[in-house]
């Protein structure tokens, strides 16, 4: 879209679509899950690994897509990307092109829904806390009901769903046939410690003699063989 927005000179579509794709499909969605990641998991492990690795592709993708109309802040973002080319030039380059998923468009409505799904959760969170029930996120746990249908989809992420709706805890259960396609959100505060590295509420922290203030997942992610994530 943007580069059709390009070609047709039509440069505010371009800004708009920019601007939308940062703050929303990143800044809010994106980057908020993979902090986790980032933060906690073991330095030379694939989910950290993989997870820097889309952070450098996206960044070489969206650079070139501003250059047009950000030109001096994409040259900047440019050689801080590329640091061990002093003469490199995002103006001597192309649009990128990036491989297509075989299942891009299953995944891209898999991943819509979820989306929509954590919206709601979101919003159950916030009146929660509105209500003193909870501080963060992290202090919650939420049980999400929901069709079979969805329910088959938030399932299939597993233990990552906790991480995709940021809460210490994610259940889900299936609605009856008389809710239609209703989804219904319940949020529990967290009756455990909290883990001072992770910030993660959860049933084993302490467990450890020698780490008190940390919780199994912590514990194996530094002195262990790491978490395994799969989908976030």
């Known amino acids: ?15 708009a679509r920019l601007t939308q794709f940062c703050s929303e499909d990143l800044g809010a969605f994106y980057l908020d899950i993979l902090k986790d990641r980032l933060y906690t998991c073991p330095a030379g492990s ?10 450098w592709y996206l960044s070489d993708a969206l650079i070139r897509l501003m250059a047009p109309v950000l030109s001096f802040t994409a040259q900047e973002a440019w050689q801080a990307l590329h640091s061990q080319d002093a003469d490199a030039m995002i103006f001597a380059e192309q649009a990128a092109r990036l491989p297509r998923p075989s299942q891009a ?19 159950a969170i916030e009146k ?23 329910a088959e989809v938030l399932l299939s992420l597993d233990d990552d769903l906790r991480f995709v709706m940021i809460t210490s805890e994610a259940h889900v259960d299936v609605s009856g046939p008389q809710a239609g396609d209703k989804l219904e959100v ?34 194996s992610n530094l ?3 790491g978490e395994q994530r799969f989908a976030a």
Request: glycine fraction near 4%; proline fraction near 4%; charge should be positive.
């Open 1 to 15: 879209d943007v580069m059709r927005d390009y070609e047709a000179y039509s440069f505010h579509p371009v800004m």
């Open 105 to 123: 468009e299953s995944l891209s409505k898999k991943w819509t829904l979820i989306r929509q799904v954590r919206a709601e959760v979101m919003k």
């Open 186 to 219: 319940e949020v529990t505060p967290m009756n455990t410690a909290k883990c001072a590295r992770c910030w993660h509420f959860s049933a084993d922290v302490g467990a450890s003699k020698d780490h008190p203030l940390l919780c199994g997942r912590c514990q």
């Open 128 to 150: 929660s806390r509105e209500a003193g029930q909870v501080g963060s996120s992290l202090q919650a746990s939420v049980r999400i009901k929901v069709p079979r249908e969805t």
């Open 46 to 55: 694939l989910a950290r690994r993989s997870a820097q690795t889309s952070l």
């Open 223 to 225: 002195f262990g063989q």
